[in-house]
């Protein structure tokens, strides 16, 4: 199969757009403080565009499972500090009763909390916005910042992340499964460019470390976890920057882009409802030597997870 169909065979299995976070405040902050008081309340408080802004946050804590007839878990938000709740300037008033951060070691951590029954409260700043196939950024909101809360009990989203070679060793994959409290993430629908059109679906931002594209991270694309199994898989294919829904610079001059393959990888996948975003960080694969038994041996492997995580999705059997 020639490098443009398999494009387009990536495209349809992984390509995705721009969505929601796990539940995105505000962009590119500063000076952030986080407060949280014993009636399930947060108020951040920061600094963006210039203005100094308090956000008071409630009415959420956990995530639930994938159900097609409840509304996943979200935040209510009064970006007047309160005074769209309480009709009164609630932030100037309010009672921390936050203790120092005894939850889990989180990617793109900025500040934390734990609340007298337990709860964790937690603030992560993510670069969200990049711009897929190793393309630098070449607009502000491109450069931004993800400003994002989450509030939760007990465990964190689960990602497992395995990677192996397809279509006979010619192209390296990554392939995995997301789960909270083992049960599968997953949302119900997607966009024709494979952005989740509810807020049970969950976009998984793949980085590529010292790339065909140039030195230092860049994000290579971003894709969801199947329905209804949870898992994911992506191939490092080369790719047509103007087909698929993707941006690119003005001065793009046509071609293909990649295989994005580098010396490490790192996903880092949007906690369901409310909780935090989870990370994964692993080697890149060299390329495949047919006939090699160390080679051969990890495939097969691989190939037998695969096949025991799969279940009734058979689509990232593809290029095997």
Not at 127 to 152: I, V
Not at 172 to 190: E, I, K, P, S, W
Request: charge should be positive.
């Amino acid at each position: 199969m020639g490098g443009r169909l398999l494009a387009a065979a990536a495209l349809a299995l992984a390509c995705a757009g721009p969505a929601s976070a796990s539940q995105l405040i505000d962009r590119s902050a500063t000076g952030v403080r986080l407060e949280a008081n014993g009636k399930g309340e947060a108020l951040l408080s920061y600094v963006a565009d210039g203005r100094q802004r308090h956000v008071l946050a409630w009415g959420a804590v956990n995530a639930l499972a994938p159900t097609p007839d409840r509304a996943q878990a979200q935040f209510r938000l009064d970006y007047a500090g309160g005074w769209g709740r309480y009709r009164s300037e609630y932030w100037k008033t309010f009672v921390n009763l936050c203790g120092p951060y005894r939850g889990p070691k989180l990617a793109w951590f900025v500040t934390g909390c734990t609340a007298a029954d337990g709860s964790n409260w937690a603030v992560q700043a993510f670069p969200q916005p990049l711009p897929d196939l190793g393309f630098m950024p070449w607009l502000p909101e491109q450069r931004a910042t993800w400003l994002e809360l989450s509030h939760w009990t007990g465990p964190l989203a689960k990602l497992e992340v395995w990677s192996d070679w397809v279509y006979r060793g010619r192209f390296q994959q990554l392939f995995g499964r997301l789960t909270y409290r083992g049960r599968a993430v997953h949302g119900f629908g997607t966009t024709r460019y494979g952005a989740p059109t509810d807020h049970y679906g969950r976009l998984l931002y793949l980085d590529t470390y010292n790339s065909t594209y140039g030195t230092g991270w860049r994000r290579e694309n971003s894709f969801v976890a199947h329905k209804p199994t949870g898992i994911f898989c992506y191939g490092f294919y080369p790719f047509d920057p103007t087909r698929g829904g993707y941006a690119y610079p003005p001065e793009w001059a046509g071609g293909l882009r990649g295989p994005g393959t580098g010396t490490a990888y790192r996903i880092t996948a949007q906690g369901p409802g409310v909780t935090p975003d989870v990370a994964w960080t692993g080697p890149g694969l060299h390329e495949f030597i047919p006939g090699d038994p160390r080679d051969e041996s990890l495939q097969r492997e691989m190939s037998g997870v695969l096949e025991q995580i799969i279940g009734p999705d058979r689509t990232c059997s593809h290029g095997r």
